[in-house]
């Protein structure tokens, strides 16, 4: 993310927040991975909404930010 001009401190961010998921990932089983509660789920999809409009603004660039819950666009 760096090398496209991001802020350091937002890539790590970023970074953060995408490992966050990876640790609740399963490969195997995709559907059955997730968040142990609703609440952490919540404030994940709410980070990374967060995040995406950081994105947007530092880069100046329209981000999208698709999820199950729904779209956001941020920036142009």
Known sequence: ???????????????????????????????????PDEATTAAWHERGERLAGRLASALRVRTEFHTARGDRVFGR
């Open 1 to 35: 993310m760096a090398e496209f001009g991001a802020p350091a401190d937002l890539a790590a961010a970023i970074d953060a927040w995408d490992e966050e998921l990876q640790a609740v990932y399963d490969r195997d089983d995709p559907a059955g991975s997730g968040f």
